[in-house]
């Protein structure tokens, strides 16, 4: 199987209001996210790509016009957890490329979700 990955980066706020007043997450806080979306296939096309990497440009401008720069709980209808917006993510990008095989949300450099089914 070859597999290839490309990383997107974007700056939100979130807040997880159904924790604890106690919790940092429950307290509106921002990340600088990282969202690496991979591709895999058993076979290359004919130009030797899984995809060509130019084709995710498309998910950029997703990104940089619904979520960077903004309050996540703003724009999304779900709980903004790194578990879900990964699965958002992959849902998004596997509709437009059969060969997203996962998507992984980092919110810090030591910590992150992924969604792989």
């Given at each position: 199987m070859y597999r290839i990955t490309k990383e997107f980066h974007f700056?939100?706020?979130?807040?997880?209001?159904h924790l604890p007043d106690?919790?940092?997450?429950a307290r509106m806080h921002g990340h600088n996210y990282i969202v690496e979306v991979e591709l895999a296939?058993?076979?290359l096309n004919a130009d030797g790509f899984v995809r060509d990497y130019g084709?995710?440009?498309p998910f950029k401008t997703y990104i940089d016009e619904t979520f960077d720069h903004r309050h996540?709980?703003?724009?999304?209808?779900?709980?903004?957890?790194?578990?879900n917006m990964a699965r958002?993510?992959?849902d998004w990008c596997a509709a437009?490329?059969?060969e997203t095989a996962a998507v992984r949300v980092s919110e810090t450099?030591?910590?992150?979700a992924e969604y792989r089914p």
């Open positions: 700056s939100a706020s979130h807040q997880l209001t106690d919790h940092q997450c296939a058993p076979e084709e995710l440009k996540l709980n703003d724009v999304m209808s779900f709980l903004t957890t790194a578990e958002h993510f992959y437009r490329w059969p450099p030591k910590t992150w």
